[in-house]
């Protein structure tokens, strides 16, 4: 029997959780870590790193690694790579498989399906394209949770006998998002959402990288932008600033220290910069101010008061910097909830709503018969109109309010424009903040859909005299499906929403077979080839306790091939070879 796991797809770290014995556990990596960098590495041959390995490869080697990848998913960028062309879902396909492959190793069973979280302001193209991801790693994936909604079902799990009005204030590497969410008598309600998917702890390293070249030019008056190889420099920086920021979090004054950062006439340069803690808080305050207005935006959306709030929870990596903690504490006016580790809330509650769909006993029973979640969709969802004849411009018109809870439907009457119109066309748009007067054209306004849903064969009839029902369905994942129907002609069309950009269906399906073959193309493959031809043989006639063992043994020494760890692959090879002499 398999197990089924939560995990947390990060910016900047990941995390994969489980529950074992009713309660959510963390899973180390093959590291012993319990959360991994969200970075890959591509060496020479094609073999993929993940992790700590491949963030410390960064500096030396960046044309080699990828990091921050989560930001684009969604989009049609391609990623260089060591002479590979990747797409953001392929990256994140390649950090769920190690952590995948690490939780079978840890746990010696095999994951058979998983819940993943992602930000709360994910647009539909950005959740398709986690999904996408999921099936490129060839990872059973139903359901994506949003991350404040996880750490909130996390932190009702470890307070079951009180019922508290949450905000869950959610500043990770590269997101923010809050909600503000109710718990009671086992439910967990979101009441409304609200965050920006640009800014995080990585535009914070990015601003104190350069303020602190900025400081170097003007103490030892070089301009290192002139330097050969800038790009790995300033990434140097970057990891220096990363490392500087967290020493801030401790101490008033921090130093970068760098003992070569290059050659300038010859002659090598070393970077020693110090910077106090009122200078790094002066570069980020406007960023963090932000965060307020994004917070107020949710308590309006909500029609909850501050005064409603019983807790306020702090979740992610950023919210460890004192200036995040001192104005969401000075906006509060009360204490914080930081007595949970931000780093992991994400995963934990990922895994216990993994639990509570496949209705773990155990669960259940810690849970006095489980709890319910309900969530929201944090846009407005609506189609392209025009107001009539003597205005033709192109209105954007809601149908799906934000903050709407899911899963739901809704559905709205338009009428034809012209006389003996035949056919209708329709766009699907997403707004972030909708008045009423927005053109499809308006910032903050996206179009969703690839090909427009078009409806043919409408009866002539004078213009306003045809009625056309537009349904929306939102389900739980924030996956889109549309109908279009001619009220009384029994004509009616429906689809599902196929985003603007992002990876085809047949390009996930292809990046699914080179991961799947990338391994067979290593040395290390070669010298294990007979050993799985001959195990996956065996397979097929071995029953209960003999097949289970094969299958676990087979599934490491793939993983440790995956990992091209040669020593720990003849490990498994000998063991493998043991148990299939003893069935021969």
């Given at each position: 029997?398999?197990?089924?796991v ?41 073999n ?19 990091i ?9 960028t ?7 062309t990747l797409?953001?879902?392929e ?6 498989e ?5 939780a079978?190793?840890?746990?010696g ?11 709360a302001?994910f647009?539909?193209t950005?959740?398709r ?12 994936v ?7 909604t ?6 009702a ?24 969410v ?23 390293d990015?601003l104190?990288?350069k303020?602190i070249?900025?400081?170097?030019e003007?103490e ?8 050969p190889?800038?790009?790995a420099?300033?990434?140097r920086?970057k990891?220096?600033?990363?490392n ?6 401790q ?6 220290v ?12 070393s ?11 002066s570069?980020?305050?406007?960023h ?13 959306d ?7 709030i019983t807790?306020?929870i ?14 969401v ?28 769909k ?8 810690n ?6 979640v ?7 969802l609506?189609?392209?109109v025009?107001r ?10 809601e149908?799906i309010s934000r903050?709407?809870?899911?899963p739901?439907?809704?559905?709205k ?20 903040k909708y ?5 499809v ?11 427009p849903?078009?409806?043919?064969g ?5 213009a306003?005299?045809v009625?056309?029902e ?5 389900n ?5 499906e549309?109908?279009a129907e001619i009220?009384?002609?029994g004509i ?7 985003p603007?950009?992002?990876?085809t ?7 699914a ?24 043989q ?5 029953v209960g ?19 091209n760890d040669?020593?720990?692959a003849?490990e498994?090879?000998?063991q493998l070879?043991d ?5 021969m």
């Amino acid at each position: 029997m398999g197990i089924k796991v939560g995990i947390d797809l990060g910016t900047t770290n990941s995390a994969i959780s489980y529950i074992k014995d009713g309660n959510p556990v963390i899973i180390e990596n093959k590291e012993g870590q319990r959360t991994t960098p969200s970075v890959i590495y591509l060496d020479e041959k094609g073999n993929t790193t993940v992790g700590k390995q491949a963030k410390n490869m960064a500096v030396s080697m960046p044309k080699h690694v990828v990091i921050e990848s989560k930001r684009l998913m969604g989009t049609d960028t391609k990623i260089d790579v060591n002479g590979k062309t990747l797409r953001p879902e392929e990256v994140g396909a390649r950090v769920l498989e190690y952590l995948v492959r690490s939780a079978e190793e840890r746990t010696g069973q095999k994951v058979d399906e998983a819940i993943i979280t992602v930000p709360a302001y994910f647009n539909d193209t950005q959740r398709r394209a986690t999904q996408k991801a999921a099936e490129i790693a060839k990872l059973k994936v139903e359901r994506l949770v949003n991350e404040p909604t996880a750490a909130a079902i996390a932190f009702a799990f470890e307070n079951l006998d009180k019922n508290s009005t949450m905000l869950v204030y959610d500043l990770g590497g590269g997101t923010f998002d809050v909600s503000i969410v109710e718990v009671f008598d086992g439910m967990v309600e979101v009441k409304a959402s609200a965050g920006n998917n640009n800014l995080g702890g990585k535009d914070f390293d990015e601003l104190l990288a350069k303020y602190i070249i900025q400081k170097y030019e003007q103490e030892q008056g070089i301009e290192l932008s002139s330097l050969p190889d800038y790009e790995a420099t300033f990434l140097r920086i970057k990891e220096a600033a990363e490392n500087l920021k967290i020493q801030l979090s401790q101490q008033e004054i921090g130093s970068a220290v760098l003992p070569f950062i290059g050659l300038h006439n010859n002659v090598p340069l070393s970077l020693n910069v110090d910077v106090s803690r009122v200078e790094f808080e002066s570069l980020i305050k406007k960023h963090v101010d932000s965060t307020i207005n994004e917070v107020k935006e949710a308590l309006k959306d909500s029609k909850l008061e501050l005064s409603d709030i019983t807790d306020v929870i702090m979740v992610g990596g950023s919210t460890r910097i004192p200036l995040v903690r001192e104005t969401v504490q000075k906006y509060y006016g009360r204490p914080l909830r930081v007595d949970i580790n931000p780093d992991e809330v994400v995963a934990l509650g990922a895994s216990v709503q993994m639990g509570l769909k496949a209705q773990d006993e155990n669960l259940k029973r810690n849970t006095n018969g489980g709890l319910m979640v309900i969530d929201v969709c944090p846009y407005s969802l609506g189609t392209e109109v025009t107001r009539g004849h003597h205005d033709s411009t192109s209105y954007y018109d809601e149908i799906i309010s934000r903050n709407t809870t899911i899963p739901t439907i809704k559905n709205k009457v338009y009428y034809t424009m012209h006389d003996n119109q035949d056919l209708v066309e329709v766009n699907i748009y997403q707004a972030e903040k909708y008045t009423g007067m927005e053109t499809v054209h308006s910032p903050g306004i996206v179009q969703l859909n690839e090909r427009p849903l078009i409806i043919e064969g409408l009866p002539p009839r004078r213009a306003g005299e045809v009625k056309i029902e537009i349904g929306f369905k939102y389900n739980m994942n924030g996956i889109l499906e549309v109908t279009a129907e001619i009220l009384g002609f029994g004509i009616k069309k429906e689809m599902t929403v196929e985003p603007k950009s992002g990876m085809t269906y047949f390009e996930t399906q292809e990046a699914a077979a080179t991961l799947e073959t990338d391994v067979t193309k290593t040395e290390l493959y070669t010298r294990m080839k007979p050993i799985i031809i001959r195990a996956e043989q065996m397979l097929k006639t071995a029953v209960g306790h003999d097949r289970e063992k094969i299958d676990t043994l087979l599934t490491q020494l793939k993983d440790a091939m995956f990992s091209n760890d040669s020593r720990r692959a003849e490990e498994l090879e000998m063991q493998l070879t043991d148990v299939l002499i003893d069935l021969m």
